[in-house]
């Protein structure tokens, strides 16, 4: 009933800035915690950034500094900010939220990925 989408990729020259969003599919749902994941071709997927449900966060070794992971005031929407791209972080990157939405928790929503690409 609940899902979560990601947005916000796109091409982007090396040294540029992008936001990702990532929403549950219900405006009055609130987000608990997420993770952002990203994935390249031929590559494991990993873990790039944390928010956790009190509002800590914590980010992979490559992205810190560059990346920061929030969440609005409505609790509804996470976001990646990312500057200073690198063609390194060209992937596919993922949301997985866990969510609160009336009266049940939803837990380990996976969204359907979000391009990005680095290159000039």
């Known amino acids: 009933q609940v899902q979560v989408v990601e947005s916000g990729g796109g091409l982007v020259q090396p040294g540029g800035s992008l936001r990702l969003s990532c929403a549950a599919s219900k405006s009055i749902s609130s987000i608990n915690a997420a993770v952002w994941y990203r994935q390249a071709p031929g590559k494991e997927r990993e873990l790039v950034a944390r928010f956790t449900s009190d509002g800590s966060t914590n980010y992979a070794d490559s992205v810190k500094g560059r990346f920061t992971i929030s969440r609005d005031d409505r609790k509804n929407k996470v976001y990646l900010q990312m500057k200073s791209l690198k063609p390194e972080d060209t992937a596919v990157y993922y949301c997985?939220?866990?969510?609160?939405?009336?009266?049940?928790?939803?837990?380990?929503?996976w969204g359907q990925g979000t391009q990005v690409t680095v290159s000039s």
């Open positions: 997985n939220a866990d969510v609160y939405y009336l009266a049940t928790y939803y837990r380990n929503l």
